[in-house]
């Protein structure tokens, strides 16, 4: 979206506006032509055999109904504004005008109307707020609102090759599952990075370290490639998952910050194919221009303290349901 409305998109749409006007300007000159002296001409070209066009000029009063179309246009559009985005006040990006007015008008009664609400919620501990049925159900309207596109509306994630979006129902956290930290979550968002080891390993170490991976975690492997794997697993990953594989957490909460998964716990944040395991060693994950990107965003700057507050409570409630 950031790049949708960036200053390119400002000025091409300012161009094909003034585009349109200017190509209407030069029709319309082209078009005043007066009815000279004698019999109008008849001109050269024929349709369906016998159907012929006059060389008529078109009457003043429409040529006139033209141009004030055209004048009233300009104006409007400035207005609007259709020339890009424009502050009529600089100094107070409130009174611009257009589309982007209008929604900051729209927040701006909401948070009056609305605002309120959430704010009582902001001094009550997220535990507590967790059991209160009013806040969750505040809380899943706006987990509806901007979380459900990522992690569904009934919160249990989505994964594929080259997307992972976790189920928050599930019990596994990748950073911890305390309230405290899913409002840090929320807040800020997050962005694990997983080396890619394309320039690292060759295509038969990752072959080999893929089958290790599925080992560990239960599923079908080959057995040579898993026993060469693991020499490649130790020397290459357990710096982050760990020495057996169970992820950051799994050696204090002074690593959780990795974001580094399980890998034996049979939860998956993309596809458990030997395929998709040797895709994410390969490439990586927000490593790299060829990496998979997969970020979370941060949210408090845009929904604000309470707002997260109450999210976070919901999210939190999904795991400890009295």
């Not at 998979?292 to 941060?298: F, G, I, K, L």
Request: charged fraction near 20%.
């Amino acid at each position: 979206m950031a790049d949708f409305i960036s200053g390119f998109w400002n000025l091409y749409v300012t161009g094909l506006v003034a585009f349109g006007l200017l190509f209407c300007l030069v029709v319309l000159v082209t078009n005043m032509t007066s009815q000279g002296a004698g019999e109008p001409k008849l001109q050269a070209h024929v349709w369906d055999e016998n159907l012929r066009e006059y060389n008529n000029p078109l009457p003043r009063w429409w040529l006139y109904l033209f141009w004030a179309t055209v004048i009233f246009s300009i104006f409007y559009l400035y207005l609007f504004p259709g020339f890009g985005s424009r502050h009529s006040d600089p100094a107070d990006p409130a009174k611009d005008r257009g589309l982007r007015a209008e929604y900051a008008k729209e927040i701006r009664s909401a948070n009056k109307q609305y605002g309120p609400i959430f704010e009582k919620y902001l001094g009550t501990d997220l535990a507590a707020l967790s059991a209160d049925p009013a806040a969750v159900a505040a809380g899943k309207r706006l987990f509806l609102t901007y979380c459900s596109q990522c992690h569904g509306s009934a919160a249990r994630g989505a994964k594929g090759k080259s997307y992972g979006f976790p189920d928050l129902t599930d019990s596994d956290w990748l950073y911890g599952g305390d309230p405290a930290t899913i409002k840090t979550s929320i807040e800020g968002g997050r962005a694990g990075v997983m080396t890619a080891f394309g320039g690292t390993l060759n295509s038969e170490q990752t072959r080999d370290v893929a089958n290790y991976v599925r080992l560990i975690a239960g599923l079908g492997s080959d057995a040579a490639r898993a026993a060469r794997g693991r020499d490649v697993f130790a020397t290459n990953c357990t710096v982050c998952h760990g020495p057996e594989g169970k992820g950051a957490r799994s050696m204090g909460e002074a690593f959780a910050v990795l974001g580094a998964p399980d890998l034996t716990d049979g939860i998956w944040l993309y596809s458990n194919s030997e395929e998709a395991i040797i895709d994410g060693v390969t490439r990586g994950r927000n490593a790299g221009p060829d990496s998979v990107t997969n970020t979370m965003p941060a949210w408090k700057d845009f929904l604000g303290d309470a707002k997260v507050h109450i999210l976070a409570a919901y999210v939190y409630s999904l795991n400890n349901k009295k």
